[in-house]
Structures are given as structure tokens and as C-alpha cells.
Antibody, heavy 121, light 107 residues
Framework: EVQLVESGGGLVKPGGSLKLSCAAS????????MSWVRQTPEKRLEWVAT????????YYPDSVKGRFTISRDNAKNTLYLQMSSLRSEDTAMYYC??????????????WGQGTSVTVSS | DIVLTQSPATLSVTPGDSVSLSCRAS??????LHWYQQKSHESPRLLIK???QSISGIPSRFSGSGSGTDFTLSINSVETEDFGMYFC?????????FGAGTKLELK
């Protein structure tokens, strides 16, 4: 059974940093591209980052580029999101998601339960 | 960026109704359009990928159609478990974007 379990969320002050983790199990982690997606308090879904299966390629929207870094440790079956220079608009539930077998452009076929990030003074 | 416009924002239906949800892209995205369902207090779940490809484990009453800029998610005979939010997402070009969602609610 595919499982994705996020952790690391919490309350952080504006300008602060936080590192999220996503532990994967039930599939060959190193064979799949992975993404982070967030859901705002208004319930909008926003794509945050994608990393290729081997970790060589990463993609970000302009809203987080230069502030967020996606990475993975295929030996530990774990995905990460390092977030810095956090802003109030980064407040959201953060989900990790697996992309299907067609790589970086595929649909997100499995999602974790999410970890909540609140940016507030 | 490609903007996805979903309509209607809210759809009030009775169990047994058949419905269509629309997702329109601001430019052509071929068939690189996916649909997700999100029930209250749950994570999103993939329903349809590449506009019309079915997903294992998803009931056959869900189907998708369209290409280019206009896409439709159809639910044939809505069941009570289908109420919730529906989002479309494009993976044709970066940044990958989501629509604002359609809320399917009980009339």
C-alpha cells in the first residue's frame, strides 16, 4: 500500500524557516517524481515544487522560487521541502504527492495527509 | 501562467442526478488535464488523468472528456459519497496550475 506521511509543520514567525519531510513507503520511491502542493485557508490548491525521480531536476513557481528548496534522499525514501524567508501568504496545509509513472508531467496519483504551516508573529 | 477556470463554483444536486463540471484553460493544454476530488477533512484524490483516462479504484460513474482548452468531468447518477470539492489541474507547462474548484453539494 502506498503511504506518504508528512511531518515538520508548525507555527513560524515571518522571515523564519521550516523544513518539511515526507516519508514514503509501499512503492519504489526512487522511480517516481514527487511534488509538494499546498492548500490555502481559502481552500485553493497551489503547486509548490516538483523533483524528478533521481533528484536532478527541480521545478518551482515564481511565488516560492529562491525561498523554497525541494530535495529527496532515495536511500531513506524521504522527500523534503526546505522553506525560508517565510511570509504570511505561505500559511497553508502542505501535501506531498507522488507523480504517476510518466514522470515530471504526470498526474499526482497519491497524496499524503498533509502537515500544517502557519506563518504569524 | 495557464489559468484554469472552473464552473460552476457550486453545484447543488440531488442523489441520482447526472452532472457535468467544466474546466476551461486560458490556452491550449492538449490533454494534459487531471481531475481530483476532495472530501471534507481529506486529502485530494485523483479521479481522471489526461482528460479522459480512468483510474483504478475510481467508480465508473466518473468520466472525463475534452482537449485543447475545454474539459468536462461527468458524474453519472451522483451518490451521497460524491459530495465535496472537485479540482482540475494542468501539467502541460510550468507552473502546473489548479482551478479554483467546484463544490458539489446536496440540494
Amino acid at each position: 500500500e502506498v503511504q506518504l506521511v508528512e511531518s515538520g509543520g508548525g507555527l513560524v514567525k515571518p522571515g523564519g524557516s521550516l523544513k518539511l519531510s515526507c516519508a514514503a513507503s509501499g512503492f519504489t520511491f526512487s522511480s517516481y517524481a514527487m511534488s509538494w502542493v499546498r492548500q490555502t485557508p481559502e481552500k485553493r490548491l497551489e503547486w509548490v515544487a516538483t523533483i524528478s525521480s533521481g533528484g536532478s531536476y527541480t521545478y518551482y513557481p515564481d511565488s516560492v522560487k529562491g525561498r523554497f528548496t525541494i530535495s529527496r534522499d532515495n536511500a531513506k525514501n524521504t522527500l523534503y521541502l526546505q522553506m525560508s524567508s517565510l511570509r504570511s501568504e505561505d500559511t497553508a496545509m502542505y501535501y506531498c504527492a507522488r507523480l504517476g509513472g510518466y514522470g515530471n508531467y504526470d498526474a499526482m496519483d497519491y497524496w499524503g495527509q498533509g502537515t500544517s504551516v502557519t506563518v504569524s508573529s | 501562467d495557464i489559468v484554469l477556470t472552473q464552473s460552476p463554483a457550486t453545484l447543488s444536486v440531488t442523489p441520482g442526478d447526472s452532472v457535468s463540471l467544466s474546466c476551461r484553460a486560458s490556452q491550449s493544454i492538449s490533454n494534459n488535464l487531471h481531475w481530483y476530488q476532495q472530501k471534507s477533512h481529506e486529502s485530494p484524490r485523483l479521479l481522471i488523468k489526461y482528460a479522459s483516462q480512468s483510474i483504478s479504484g475510481i467508480p465508473s460513474r466518473f468520466s472525463g472528456s475534452g482537449s485543447g482548452t475545454d474539459f468536462t468531468l461527468s458524474i453519472n447518477s451522483v451518490e451521497t459519497e460524491d459530495f465535496g470539492m472537485y479540482f482540475c489541474q494542468q501539467s502541460n507547462s510550468w507552473p502546473h496550475t489548479f482551478g479554483a474548484g467546484t463544490k458539489l453539494e446536496l440540494k
